[in-house]
């Protein structure tokens, strides 16, 4: 016999690592199957918002929105339910037969799997996905657990050995190997027949698709996205937050006066997120993705792509949480990659100048309107559509109506 082999003849190992690979294998079941019940809601519910949901770089729900959570048409959660399922069964088989070496094989290669699939999921999760999921980072570590046990099995058994039995049964037993792997191969076809694509329907129910806007748009001198009239009789400069129920409600109250009135009114959009992670000026917290969809905004203004961002953001802001920006980048119509660049440099700091700008004017809520001379809180001035409609109407004092 060569060294580091034991024969199946010998004293049988002791059981105990075999039920403690079992216990990491159902934990990793448990979070398997917690990982797919999130990736449901995740895509059927908007308002669902789960525990770890933490912030943009711990965040379960985005790394489940994103779409590389999806392999071969079937949750990368759905396929760790039938990994751990199989690893569970051959967990029992080895702690129940006397003749185990094959069943160590078996354990050191799916755990050497797992952990290699723990390696590719976490650079796609930190790399690609940006964001970091915590009952992932628990799957991955019961994987780890499961190869230290199936290492000390392997161990026990000679390692040599453990590995080279499951193709020595392969060259013996080919008939009995074909029909077990053809049985778990079936399975695996079988979940992706059946497992419903229910993130399909879901996202082409809910996605807003912007379109590009048939107006003159483009970049004041002083800065700000301008959108409408080349020789306006009115323009009009709003500070606005995308978060802001008042400021969605004037943003599309304003679209239908550019509508009808294109030659006349020029709207001028800036930043002014009430979030306090661009807005030093706040007591306290408040709208908790203004400033990251402000500078998605400008982002996609970098790419000619303003409008159709500034459409969408006051549609979904409110779930920028749980969107992967890869997904954001796919809807708005944005270059993943340069999002991702100008998301760390050129976007933040034109937020920034906005928010400075915005400060030094004294803004105390949102919307604020500046036109004429004047300031107007909460709502644009209620003069604009006459004075749209005929030129010659007075201007009125510009009262104020603090909203926020």
Not at 99 to 121: D, E, I, Q, T
Not at 185 to 206: D, F, L, N, Q, R
């Amino acid at each position: 016999m060569e060294r580091g082999q034991i024969s199946d003849d010998a004293s049988p190992p002791a059981r105990w690592p075999w039920w403690l690979a079992l216990l990491f294998c159902l934990a990793g079941l448990v979070l398997s199957i917690l990982l797919e019940q999130l990736h449901f809601k995740v895509h059927t519910d908007p308002t669902f918002h789960s525990f770890c949901a933490i912030d943009r770089k711990v965040n379960c729900d985005i790394v489940a929105r994103s779409p590389y959570a999806v392999l071969f048409g079937v949750p990368v959660a759905a396929w760790g339910i039938f990994g751990y399922a199989l690893a569970a069964l051959v967990s029992l088989w080895g702690a129940l037969s006397r003749r185990s070496l094959l069943a160590a094989g078996c354990g050191l290669y799916l755990a050497f799997f797992f952990v290699a699939s723990n390696a590719v999921l976490g650079a796609v999760s930190a790399l690609l996905v940006t964001a970091v999921c915590i009952l992932c980072l628990a799957s991955y570590a019961a994987n780890l657990l499961f190869l230290a046990c199936a290492l000390i099995i392997g161990r026990g058994r000679g390692l040599r050995a453990a590995l080279a039995e499951p193709m020595r049964f392969l060259r013996r037993r080919t008939t009995r190997a074909l029909v077990t792997l053809a049985i778990i191969g079936g399975c695996a076809v079988a979940v992706m027949i059946a497992h419903p694509s229910y993130w399909k329907a879901a996202a082409e129910k809910t996605r807003t698709r912007p379109t590009a806007p048939t107006l003159p748009h483009g970049i004041e001198p002083g800065g700000g996205h301008f959108i409408g009239a080349e020789k306006p009789t009115v323009t009009l400069v709003e500070y606005s937050d995308y978060e802001c129920p008042y400021c969605r409600l004037a943003h599309t109250q304003l679209r239908t006066l550019l509508e009808r009135y294109p030659t006349k009114l020029r709207l001028v959009h800036r930043h002014y997120p009430l979030d306090q992670s661009c807005n030093s000026s706040l007591k306290a917290p408040m709208h908790e993705n203004a400033c990251f969809a402000a500078m998605i905004a400008e982002c996609a203004g970098r790419q000619d792509r303003f409008w159709e961002a500034n459409d969408y953001l006051f549609a979904e802001a409110r779930t920028l949480h749980a969107r992967p920006n890869s997904e954001i980048a796919h809807d708005i119509g944005l270059n993943p990659a340069a999002l991702e660049a100008c998301l760390r440099e050129e976007g933040p700091r034109s937020v920034a100048f906005d928010v400075d700008e915005g400060n030094r004017l004294g803004i105390q809520g949102t919307p604020t309107f500046f036109t004429e001379g004047k300031t107007y809180t909460g709502t644009y001035p209620p003069w604009l559509p006459s004075r749209l409609e005929n030129p010659a109407t007075s201007v009125d004092g510009g009262a104020k109506a603090a909203r926020q």
